[in-house]
Each structure stands twice: as C-alpha cells, then as structure tokens.
C-alpha cells in the first residue's frame, strides 16, 4: 500500500561517533519521506554481528535493507534472501557486491582518496621529507585504502613515510602511537592519520611534546573543526557522510515506489550507470574555509543532534 509508510532496516559497521552525522541525514531524510526507520550496529566491527542483524530485520518483515559493506562479498546470501523475498536492497558508505544490492551511496573509492590527500601532502612537503601516517585498523576496507593510497602517493612524490601499527580503533592504543611516533621522528615534515579520531589525538601529542608538525586528518568531528580553527590541524578531508544517509534513505524510498530502472533514470544524471554507484566528491577544509562547513552545520542543527545516541546500546 503506498499510503503506509516504508518498513527500512539500516546496518552500520559499528557504533563510532563518525556514524551520527550518517544517521542526522538518515534521519533528515526519513521526516521529509516517511519512512519507518530501524538504525542498529554493532558495538565494534563484527561481520557475523552485520548479517545477523540483516537476517533478523528480513524475519521482522521490513520493506528494504540498507547496509555497509564492510566485507565486499560477506553479505551475498543473506542479500540473495532479501531479493527472493522482494525486499529493495541499498548499500552505503562502503559498497557490497554490486550482483546483490540496487544502488550504493557513498564515497569514492578509500585507495582513490588517500591517493589524492598523499599528492596534495607531497607537493606541500617536498621531495626528501617525511611524512608520519598513523595507521587505524589492519583490515577496515576503508582505513587500509585510504592508507595504501597516502603512502603510494607520497612515495612517488620522493617523500619518505614512517607508519605506526595499526591501533584497532582504541584511543589509548592511538595515542601512544602518536606520541611514540611523533617522538621517534622529530624532524617529520606532516603527520596524518586515516580516521576521525586522528587528527585530535595527533595534535594532543604534538602539543605534550612540543612538536610542530603539520597535521592533516579525515572527517569533520567536531573537536577537529576546533583544531582547524585553531590551527592545531592544518586541513582535513570530510567525505560528506550526512549525504550517505540522506541520499540512501532517498534511493531507498523511491527503489520501493518505483523499482530500480526508474530509480537508476532518476540518478542517471549523477550516478555511475554501469556500476549503479553514487559517489560523492570529498572536500577539504582547512582555517581558510572551516568557517563555511560550520555554517552548513548550523544550518542543519547537527551540534546537537549528532551529541543523541541514535543506535540503540542493545539489540
């Protein structure tokens, strides 16, 4: 019935604060087009967690999954089950088999961004520098691109890269990297890690031992658009995770409403036809131009909104 409102389960990969500004655009959305949302995720990235999750919201007779793709291929059956059973598929963020999901919304591909980021570092720094990169998960899709990219990148621009071990998404564990690090190679010309968190922990580690590196990050947290302003962070790179929930909860609705070909004509204009990917341009800010990401987070109240507990603590 199309006066009833559309029955959506959403999966994330875990419960980081990254995931608020996903869930404000989900959130956003889902107001403006009536959907009924369940938003779950586990505590930390679990694989087995996700498709359980998934499974459970198919016996629970929702109209359409949308989900990370934290494993390219580890989600196939459970997604084959979904298409049996006639339910719209959307992944976002990070991508699944494109056999088994409608339309994916999300970034350009990690390995593609940390390319860009390392090139834009290199020409900063110049040939025969060092530039520090702090290393998050071992096997996060998103953290392994994005650091394979950044060292590729500075390589070919002849600057030498000294890597931390990955920290496991601990902050304790970061911070220790950072300091050691940082500590280790007093005459690095930058330092940049590949999440959210980094660009905080390295400048508190730069601020406890003096140093003066210059520090680049990801994502827009709040405590690194004070960095920003500051100075502390001399640019950060946020891949507009709002729109991954806003644009996804619109795929979502309008795959329901109209079937896929009409959805696919409909983002034909900005959307990968072949690959059925719509993939959004990273920006960078830096103290030039902070000030305009703040006013697009005024605007949409996200100060307050992404501080809620938007996941449930249990499931």
């Given at each position: 019935?199309?006066?009833?409102?559309?029955?959506?389960?959403?999966?994330?990969?875990?419960?980081?604060?990254?995931?608020?500004?996903?869930?404000?655009?989900?959130?956003?959305?889902?107001?403006?087009?009536?959907?009924?949302?369940?938003?779950?995720?586990?505590?930390?990235?679990?694989?087995?967690?996700?498709?359980?999750?998934?499974?459970?919201?198919?016996?629970?007779?929702?109209?359409?999954?949308?989900?990370?793709?934290?494993?390219?291929?580890?989600?196939?059956?459970?997604?084959?089950?979904?298409?049996?059973?006639?339910?719209?598929?959307?992944?976002?963020?990070?991508?699944?088999?494109?056999?088994?999901?409608?339309?994916?919304?999300?970034?350009?591909?990690?390995?593609?961004?940390?390319?860009?980021?390392?090139?834009?570092?290199?020409?900063?720094?110049?040939?025969?520098?060092?530039?520090?990169?702090?290393?998050?998960?071992?096997?996060?899709?998103?953290?392994?691109?994005?650091?394979?990219?950044?060292?590729?990148?500075?390589?070919?621009?002849?600057?030498?890269?000294?890597?931390?071990?990955?920290?496991?998404?601990?902050?304790?564990?970061?911070?220790?990297?950072?300091?050691?690090?940082?500590?280790?190679?007093?005459?690095?010309?930058?330092?940049?890690?590949?999440?959210?968190?980094?660009?905080?922990?390295?400048?508190?580690?730069?601020?406890?031992?003096?140093?003066?590196?210059?520090?680049?990050?990801?994502?827009?947290?709040p405590e690194t658009v004070e960095l920003l302003r500051s100075g502390a962070v001399?640019?950060?790179?946020?891949?507009?995770?709002?729109?991954?929930?806003?644009?996804?909860?619109?795929?979502?609705?309008?795959?329901?409403?109209?079937?896929?070909?009409?959805?696919?004509?409909?983002?034909?204009?900005?959307?990968?036809?072949?690959?059925?990917?719509?993939?959004?341009?990273?920006?960078?800010?830096?103290?030039?131009?902070?000030?305009?990401?703040?006013?697009?987070?005024d605007e949409h109240d996200l100060d307050a909104r992404t501080a809620r507990t938007?996941?449930?603590?249990?499931?």
């Amino acid at each position: 019935m199309l006066d009833q409102p559309i029955r959506v389960g959403v999966v994330e990969k875990n419960r980081s604060p990254y995931w608020d500004m996903v869930n404000a655009g989900w959130l956003d959305a889902a107001s403006a087009l009536g959907l009924d949302l369940v938003i779950r995720a586990p505590e930390h990235e679990d694989i087995d967690v996700q498709r359980t999750m998934l499974e459970q919201l198919l016996d629970d007779g929702v109209d359409a999954l949308a989900f990370v793709g934290t494993v390219e291929a580890a989600f196939d059956a459970v997604l084959e089950s979904a298409r049996n059973r006639g339910v719209s598929v959307v992944s976002f963020d990070l991508d699944a088999s494109r056999d088994h999901r409608s339309i994916f919304v999300g970034m350009t591909h990690p390995k593609e961004i940390g390319r860009r980021v390392g090139e834009r570092i290199a020409a900063d720094v110049g040939p025969g520098a060092l530039v520090l990169l702090l290393a998050g998960s071992a096997d996060a899709r998103g953290a392994v691109g994005k650091l394979r990219g950044l060292t590729a990148a500075l390589e070919a621009g002849g600057v030498s890269v000294a890597v931390s071990s990955p920290d496991g998404e601990d902050l304790a564990v970061a911070t220790r990297n950072a300091r050691d690090l940082l500590a280790a190679h007093p005459t690095a010309a930058a330092a940049i890690g590949v999440y959210g968190y980094h660009p905080a922990v390295l400048a508190g580690a730069a601020a406890d031992i003096g140093s003066s590196v210059r520090i680049h990050g990801f994502d827009m947290l709040p405590e690194t658009v004070e960095l920003l302003r500051s100075g502390a962070v001399e640019s950060s790179v946020w891949i507009r995770e709002y729109y991954f929930g806003y644009l996804a909860a619109v795929a979502v609705h309008d795959l329901h409403r109209l079937g896929s070909d009409e959805v696919l004509a409909l983002f034909g204009g900005i959307a990968d036809g072949a690959g059925k990917s719509l993939e959004l341009e990273p920006r960078t800010y830096t103290r030039n131009n902070v000030e305009e990401f703040v006013r697009w987070r005024d605007e949409h109240d996200l100060d307050a909104r992404t501080a809620r507990t938007l996941i449930p603590k249990t499931w």
